[in-house]
């Protein structure tokens, strides 16, 4: 599966942006999707993950309450809303899809890598 993150830019602190992942191909729906993120000079965090059906979510403890994963199977897309911006926030951002069940925080575990959006929060 090919994977093509969207809906990066510049928002100041407190505001909302909403990233998209559009996914080539009919497997998409087989697949447990995640987003990632990378600032510069860190190692990339997991940020969440959504199970194959969207029934099941899992986040980072630092966006909980914040971010809200999604996805539109008939779409071929992924989501991620992203509220109450902080400059924490600030980085790549990158959608990754993984062929098992697991929900993994790992990026070791997922098998196809989007390109990465930058999100930049001002404060």
């Known amino acids: 599966v090919q994977l093509q993150a969207s809906g990066g830019g510049l928002v100041q602190a407190g505001g909302s942006l909403r990233l998209s992942c559009e996914a080539s191909?009919?497997?998409?729906?087989?697949?447990?999707m995640g987003w990632f993120r990378q600032a510069p000079g860190k190692e990339r965090e997991f940020v969440a993950a959504?199970?194959?059906?969207?029934?099941?979510?899992r986040y980072a403890d630092s966006v909980k309450g914040r971010f809200t994963i999604s996805r539109d199977n008939a779409k071929n897309t992924l989501y991620l809303q992203m509220n109450s911006l902080k400059p924490e926030d600030t980085a790549v951002y990158y959608c990754?899809?993984?062929?098992?069940?697991?929900?993994?925080?790992?990026?070791?575990?997922?098998?196809?890598w989007g390109q990465g959006t930058q999100v930049t929060v001002s404060s």
């Open positions: 990754a899809a993984d062929r098992s069940l697991g929900l993994s925080t790992i990026p070791d575990d997922y098998d196809y």
């Open positions: 959504i199970n194959w059906s969207g029934g099941t979510t």
């Open positions: 191909g009919r497997t998409f729906r087989s697949y447990c």
